[in-house]
Nanobody, 121 residues
Framework: QVQLVESGGGSVQAGGSLMLSCTASRYTNCMGWFRQTPKKEREGVAV????????YYADSAKGRFTIARDIANNTVYLQMKNLRPEDTTFYFC?????????????????WGQGVEVTVSS
């Protein structure tokens, strides 16, 4: 089992920045962030291969969000800049790809409780 502890989130005005962090209780192959859609589904935002440090971004995140990892502390960070009102939702940390590959389009075994991000116009 892996426990994920998330922090960050909050409220910001459009154009502002927020940083999310997620710490896992042990090493996993891939960690990242998903967010809840209006249909209550989870869409990938950004993930990172922990060993290689290779990031993978959804189109909505490219150019605005940056994911990074701290291997020693099993922690990933998501720096979000130039936030938009449409970024408002719950963000969930995910860990350990079920397929062994690191992607925003695969399933993950472990999930955090979620943090709320609110961007006002």
């Amino acid at each position: 089992q892996v426990q994920l502890v998330e922090s960050g989130g909050g409220s910001v005005q459009a154009g502002g920045s927020l940083m999310l962090s997620c710490t896992a209780s042990r090493y996993t192959n891939c960690m990242g962030w998903f967010r809840q859609t209006p249909k209550k589904e989870r869409e990938g935002v950004a993930v990172i291969d922990i060993a290689e440090g290779s990031p993978y971004y959804a189109d909505s995140a490219k150019g605005r969000f940056t994911i990074a990892r701290d291997i020693a502390n099993n922690t990933v960070y998501l720096q979000m800049k130039n936030l938009r009102p449409e970024d408002t939702t719950f963000y969930f940390c995910a860990a350990e790809s079920r397929t062994g590959s690191c992607s925003t389009r695969v399933a993950y075994k472990y999930w955090g409780q979620g943090v709320e991000v609110t961007v006002s116009s």
